[in-house]
């Protein structure tokens, strides 16, 4: 017997026996498909927008959006609703208020450290008052891809194509405004609009990558694989494509491991992705740009 969800409960659909009899392969079951799909879904979305994310120096807004999510999928289970459509409708309208707030964002790691430890709280005394759904606590601390069923997989496809076309609707100015801010203002970009736009989008993405790593680590696919690629090329078109792949071989290759290990899909994932970016680090020559 074997679960490698977070909370490793014997009731989870990645759970069975196992004789030892036999080769059991990872295509064999439906529930592993679609951890496959979901999570080639998410690692694409997060290495794109985590590209942009990693480019202006915004690493933060992905560990702050995921901290404030969590208090919006709690207070959803509170009140029977979807814990996926309270952590997207509250990481959406918290980063709309980060762009709002611009710069001044940056200098207050005090107020922001605050807030989050607020968010957390919140979430927690949320499940106090509902104390049957610790299990599901636990996936969006975690992640759960293995509970992934084929309406939640439509979801996140739909959300993962409104957040690439949003992207590709501001990559020019979001591009222009990430290398050059002040001579984007010059040339009369409007730069708060930007960033609003983009920190919404960044919220969407926060919100699908916590279905797969869990709202704690979403730096595993949201930061880790962006950094590795533009500690390893210099070009934009290059590093962006790169950083997609790297988080598609992380979470499938996660994905996979865990199957054959038993243990958690997320510890894989993140494992990988800290494994990939220290080797990033270590001294090489890099392609020119």
Not at 34 to 50: D, E, M, R, T
Not at 226 to 241: E, K
Request: a neutral charge; one cysteine or more; hydrophobic letters at 55%.
């Amino acid at each position: 017997m074997w679960c490698m969800c977070a909370a490793g409960c014997s009731s989870c659909p990645a759970s069975t026996t196992w004789s030892g009899k036999g080769t059991i392969t990872v295509f064999e079951y439906d529930f592993m498909l679609h951890a496959f799909a979901a999570g080639a879904i998410v690692a694409v979305v997060s290495g794109l927008v985590g590209f942009f994310l990693v480019l202006r120096g915004q690493t933060f807004a992905g560990h702050a959006l995921s901290h404030v999510g969590f208090t919006g999928a709690t207070g959803a289970v509170l009140i029977g609703a979807s814990p996926l459509w309270g952590l997207v409708l509250v990481t959406v309208a918290a980063g709309i208020g980060m762009g709002l707030l611009g710069e001044r964002l940056q200098h207050r790691d005090v107020a922001i450290g605050v807030v989050l430890a607020m968010a957390l709280g919140l979430g927690l005394l949320f499940l106090h008052f509902f104390t049957a759904y610790a299990s599901q606590a636990t996936a969006l601390l975690f992640g759960n891809v293995l509970g992934v069923d084929v309406s939640t997989l439509w979801t996140l496809l739909a959300l993962g194509l409104l957040c690439l076309a949003g992207l590709a609707v501001i990559a020019r100015p979001l591009l222009f405004t990430s290398l050059q801010p002040e001579l984007a203002a010059a040339k009369g970009v409007p730069l708060r609009t930007v960033s609003v736009l983009f920190l919404a989008i960044v919220g969407l993405a926060t919100a699908e990558c916590a279905q797969i790593v869990g709202v704690l680590l979403v730096f595993a696919l949201m930061v880790g694989p962006a950094a590795a690629a533009q500690r390893l090329t210099t070009r934009f078109g290059y590093g962006l494509a790169l950083s997609a792949a790297l988080a598609l071989a992380e979470a499938s290759l996660g994905i996979t491991l865990a199957f054959y290990t038993d243990w958690p899909t997320s510890f894989w994932i993140t494992a990988l992705s800290s494994t990939v970016y220290l080797l990033s680090l270590m001294p090489r020559p890099r392609v020119a740009g």
